[in-house]
């Protein structure tokens, strides 16, 4: 089976706070594909990330980062020095290749809420 | 600019009344989906369309139509709208297969059956 679990429903901060979001799946593909995915307010999915399972690199993208592990099948978000436009749901994906791969579908997790207070 | 064009973005209606909501993508992707988001449950796949005439079930494809004439447009029609059927719904399109690339999402539509 495929799945994205998304442990935290909410998380508050104040302004300059560091927040990671955690991300944990499970697929049977050995080949599959990561996503983030940013909804603020105004409802629109927003693409941020997407990594393959043969890149375990970390990536560094301003104050946005991303750390994946194949060991514990994690792909964690991290917000450095959070700021109160950042306050959206955030959503981590995955699609796999042979057991998704027809469908071309993205199996979502069920999202955080973040809330930067200011 | 590439996107996707989902109209309308509200709409609310009655119970067993058809209606249509459209989704237009300008970027040439072969592969478009409907996701449905529901609070905890996230995003989940209605249907999805490999071509033009080519349409399969996802995951909660029930009482949900589709169809792919143009390789451009995916309408979703809800041919009798139950009160369970409010909710955020959002059409995707994405270019290849495998899964690989990134999907762009339409602004979505929020739709209330009362």
């Known amino acids: 089976a495929q799945k994205v679990t998304q442990a935290q429903t909410e998380i508050s901060v104040v302004e300059k706070e560091d927040v990671t979001l955690d991300c944990v799946y499970e697929?049977?593909?050995?080949?599959?594909?990561l996503f983030w995915y940013k909804q603020p307010p105004s409802g629109e999915l927003v693409f941020l990330i997407r990594r393959n399972s043969f890149d375990e690199q970390n990536e560094i993208s301003g104050r946005y980062s991303w750390n994946f592990q194949k060991s514990t099948s994690s792909f964690n978000f991290t917000i450095t020095a959070s700021q109160v436009v950042d306050s959206a749901v955030y959503f981590c994906?995955?699609?796999?290749?042979?057991?998704?791969?027809?469908?071309?579908?993205?199996?979502f997790g069920t999202g955080t809420l973040l809330a930067v207070q200011p | 600019e590439a996107q996707v064009t989902q109209n309308p973005r509200y709409l609310i209606t009655v119970t067993g009344k058809k209606l249509t909501v459209t989704c237009s993508q300008n970027m040439n992707h072969e592969y478009m989906s409907w996701y449905r988001q529901d609070p905890g449950l996230g995003l989940r796949q209605i249907y999805y369309?490999?071509?033009?005439?080519?349409?399969d079930k996802g995951d909660v494809p029930e009482g949900y139509k589709v169809s792919r004439k143009e390789k451009r447009n995916f309408p979703l029609i809800l041919e009798s709208p139950s009160p369970n059927q409010t909710s955020l719904y959002f059409c995707a399109s994405r270019s290849g297969s495998g899964g690989s690339t990134e999907a762009f999402f339409g602004q979505g539509t929020r739709l209330t059956v009362v």
């Open positions: 369309s490999m071509n033009v005439e080519v349409t």
């Open positions: 697929t049977r593909d050995t080949t599959y594909y």
């Open positions: 994906a995955l699609s796999g290749t042979f057991y998704g791969g027809a469908t071309n579908k993205l199996i």
